[in-house]
């Protein structure tokens, strides 16, 4: 089954009018869940809401429509909120599509070289870190309209916007404070009543016919904004600058990593879910392309979105369908209904996204992670107080950097280089038959085993190991049975090895040589350096070679030898490049 196949094409094989019930059902509830977060969501980003209704409606229909996933909803989400809002202020509407359109772009070429994969290899230390940050600026960002605090327009950044707060604190509105409160205690309670109706949706219309009801002096969508369009805008190019452009790629990469790590993360969660398997690279070509075309109709960036995804599937969605349907029961709202969004009042969104933050936070993996090894926990912090207190963009990268320099360092500790030449017996041990022990090494032979990965990480600790031998050896044979892998630093280090043996007028032998080590020294040239008849298939061999060096006989091979079992393949041994069939 081809890799990049819509997953749309792979259900509606054998559709029936059954399913068509339960994803319309699915859809239509996943749609009402889906308007009052995609309002919030914009307008936490600093935007006006229109936009996150736009962004809903043409990137969850693409989403549904070319996604890997079953059963993936996508729209805007909190992990945009701090970038975009950013984006905004710094570059304007222009900088913001211009972004996205690159992000998108990024995102298609990611798909297409099959990064879908690879990308599930980022640290989870550094997901929870920028994910509860992410989190903690959302609920800062809101705490102007939950107090309903007189002030403009607030500054994306953490510390700026609190000293900014502190001193209006005395000058809160009670009212804008109570419609909040009650907000959240209807969200809250909510949950205890039904999950078939979304508390947010319900908080909102309780909080709306109140504040009309009472004339309470609040804010509203519409005090701020103005009326919410009810149409869908015509598809427009913005204004490109070079200059821009460049400055953007950045921002427009955070964008794209973010889009395929929320992705990706609720496409598995939905699998288990529903138990079923997505196509992590075609859900990254269908994100490129939702975020391509959403700005071109005045949206935002858009991802796949867990807790609309896992609403979709208990309401019952299995296909890709119930995605579209939702897609177009927002518009239906919009086309009919946007008229009374402006009557909305930004207290209660200002709940509606502060619950989102907490269920964002991620609070218990955060108590975890903290409880791993330290390693982890400085990723963790790291990524978390950059994500606050600079920018995401900074925060994904140094987070990325430094675990991947932890990662080496652990690595590098795990591999080891010992001279085992007079390699002792312990009794409590099980007898190993291919131990040196076991073997006579003559006189002016020095016999050492390396034990991990050979890589750029533990070459400096074989360069060490080897600079300390004294006197120079006749021969020195390094044995590599545990070295299943080598890189271009451990052939160098080899390399430099082989030179300093010349010149000291010895002899470097290599023992127990695996497939991919083999296959290295072969295309890298040192094969031919090294000579042949040095590299060997298993240790008695290599030592007959050190004999040979030494003018001594060769010794019979012992009884108890039994031949290294090689790892990576089912083939029993080592290869050894003078037996090559």
Not at 145 to 160: C, S, Y
Not at 169 to 196: E, H
Not at 262 to 272: C, F, I, Q, R
Not at 532 to 541: A, S, T
Request: charged letters at 15%; a positive charge; one cysteine or more.
């Amino acid at each position: 089954m081809p890799i990049l196949k819509p997953k749309l094409f792979t259900t509606l094989q054998g559709y029936r009018r059954e399913q068509f019930m339960a994803d319309a059902v699915a859809g239509m509830t996943v749609g009402v869940v889906a308007l009052p977060l995609a309002i919030a969501f914009a307008i936490a980003s600093g935007v006006s809401p229109e936009r996150g209704l736009f962004t809903a409606v043409i990137a969850g229909l693409i989403i549904s429509v070319l996604g890997g996933s079953r059963v993936q909803i996508g729209g805007p989400t909190g992990a945009f909120v701090v970038i975009v809002a950013g984006i905004v202020q710094q570059y304007g509407l222009d900088g913001l599509q211009i972004a996205t359109l690159m992000a998108g772009v990024i995102l298609i070429f990611m798909g297409i070289a099959r990064f879908g994969s690879a990308i599930k290899f980022i640290p989870y230390p550094v997901v929870v870190g920028f994910t509860s940050g992410i989190a903690l600026i959302i609920f800062s960002s809101q705490i102007k309209d939950a107090l309903g605090l007189p002030l403009g327009d607030v500054p994306a950044d953490f510390v700026h916007q609190w000293g900014l707060y502190v001193p209006h604190f005395g000058a809160a509105n009670p009212a804008a404070m109570a419609v909040c409160a009650g907000s959240l205690a209807v969200m809250i309670g909510w949950q205890r009543v039904t999950k078939r109706l979304p508390g947010s949706l319900i908080a909102l219309v309780l909080a709306t016919v109140a504040v009309q009801l009472f004339n309470l002096p609040v804010e509203t969508v519409g005090s701020r904004f103005g009326d919410i369009p009810h149409l869908l805008p015509r598809p427009s190019l913005p204004h490109v600058d070079m200059e821009m452009v460049r400055s953007l790629v950045p921002s427009a990469t955070t964008i794209a990593l973010l889009a395929g790590i929320e992705a990706l993360l609720s496409a598995v969660v939905a699998d288990g879910m529903i138990g079923g398997r997505h196509r992590s690279n075609m859900e990254l070509v269908a994100q490129g392309v939702a975020n391509i075309c959403s700005p071109l109709f005045g949206g935002i960036p858009a991802t796949g979105a867990i807790a609309r995804t896992a609403a979709n599937v208990n309401s019952g969605g299995r296909t890709p369908v119930s995605g579209i349907i939702h897609a177009l029961t927002l518009l239906l709202i919009m086309l009919f209904f946007g008229q009374w969004a402006r009557l909305i009042p930004l207290p209660c969104l200002a709940a509606v996204l502060m619950v989102v933050a907490y269920n964002m936070s991620e609070w218990h993996s955060f108590l975890m992670v903290l409880k791993s090894p330290r390693s982890d926990v400085i990723v963790l912090l790291t990524t978390f107080g950059l994500t606050v207190l600079v920018n995401l963009t900074a925060a994904i990268e140094v987070g990325m950097v430094l675990a991947a320099f932890l990662f080496i360092r652990r690595m590098a500790q795990v591999t080891n280089i010992g001279d085992v030449t007079r390699e002792f017996i312990d009794e409590e041990e099980p007898e190993d038959p291919n131990a040196i022990s076991t073997r006579q090494v003559p006189r002016g032979v020095q016999v050492y085993e390396i034990n991990g990965p050979f890589f750029f990480g533990a070459s400096h600790t074989f360069r060490e190991a080897m600079r300390i031998i004294s006197p120079p050896p006749k021969a020195i044979v390094l044995r590599m049975r545990h070295v299943l892998a080598i890189d271009a630093s451990g052939l160098y280090a080899l390399k430099e090895q082989h030179r300093s043996a010349v010149r000291q007028h010895s002899v470097l032998i290599l023992s127990d040589v695996h497939a991919q080590p083999l296959i290295a020294l072969e295309r890298s040239g040192l094969l031919v350096q090294i000579g042949e008849q040095n590299v060997f298939g298993n240790i008695d061999d290599a030592l007959n070679r050190a004999r040979q060096v030494l003018s001594l006989p060769p010794l019979e091979r012992p009884a108890s030898f039994t031949p290294t079992v090689r790892r990576e393949t089912a083939n029993p041994q080592p290869h050894d490049p003078r037996h090559r069939g």
